[in-house]
């Protein structure tokens, strides 16, 4: 069922959201060569609780760390471990905050020291296919003009789509519906409304976009290893167009 949430649900939900972006910000200077994605799983889980809130994916459906970080091939749901950030790596940082009940999700892709052209390549149009998206977003488009515009995007630059995943609602739970696929058709899917609060989420790859799932049931993984990003943000519809809830 998609909710249109009120003016205080809004309140709520952007505050989460703030607090999202702001772990974001207190990351960054920490993503370095050395770090284990442990340490950062740590750092960031107390900023989020001095903050007020909780780690909205710590226990979800059992996932056993506060944030998801994933390395390279990586493309979502990464425990994280004892491996140590490595110069040249890309890392994508997933956070959810829920606060009084309301969550906020945003994840972002982070070069570790100098990475490749082609990795660069990879973040730019990522994070570029979000915005793409994003510009979709207005009361009476559809969920399908927004995934239409993030695979447009996609195919004129050669990057590959992750279709087994995608954005979502957010409220009281971090996945509502509808469903925000990457793909999809214009002019089709649920129609936006004011008051809706989504979640857009491109995943694109410099390979193929066929994926497989470690053995730990969670970690999506490319099937050829080529690298992935993943560029997400949490959104409320407007009258104009949208309000971005994880950003500044
Ligand atoms: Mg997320
Ligand atoms: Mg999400």
């Not at 091939?73 to 749901?77: A, P």
């Given at each position: 069922m998609i909710t249109i949430k009120s003016e205080r649900e809004i309140e709520l939900l952007k505050i989460a959201g703030n607090i999202v972006y702001k772990t974001h910000q207190y990351i960054k200077p920490f993503?370095?060569?050395?770090?284990?994605t442990n340490e950062i799983n740590s750092l960031a889980e107390k900023f989020i609780i001095d903050n007020g809130a909780t780690p909205?994916?710590?226990?979800?459906?059992?996932?056993?760390?506060?944030l998801c970080i994933s390395i390279n091939?990586?493309?979502?749901?990464g425990f994280p471990s004892n491996r140590k950030l490595k110069n040249g790596d890309i890392i994508t940082l997933d956070i959810g905050a829920c606060y009084k009940g309301y969550h906020g999700d945003s994840a972002w892709t982070y070069q570790v020291g100098e990475v490749t052209d082609d990795l660069r390549y990879l973040m730019e149009h990522t994070e570029k296919s979000l915005f793409i998206g994003l510009?979709?977003?207005?009361?009476?488009?559809?969920v399908g003009d927004i995934g239409n515009a993030i695979a447009s995007y996609a195919a004129e630059h050669n990057l590959g789509v992750v279709k087994e995943l995608c954005g979502h609602g957010v409220g009281t739970d971090v996945h509502e519906d509808p469903n925000v696929p990457n793909y999809g058709v214009k002019n089709t899917g649920p129609r936006l409304k004011v008051g809706m609060v989504i979640a857009v989420e491109p995943m694109l790859t410099l390979g193929s976009p066929e994926i497989y799932i470690l053995d730990n049931d969670w970690t999506v993984v490319t099937k050829d290893h080529s690298p992935s990003a993943h560029y997400e943000h949490t959104v409320v519809v407007t009258q104009d167009g949208y309000e971005i809830l994880t950003g500044e």
């Open positions: 993503i370095k060569e050395g770090i284990t909205s994916f710590k226990g979800y459906d059992g996932f056993p760390s506060a091939d990586e493309i979502v749901h510009k979709q977003i207005k009361p009476g488009n559809r």
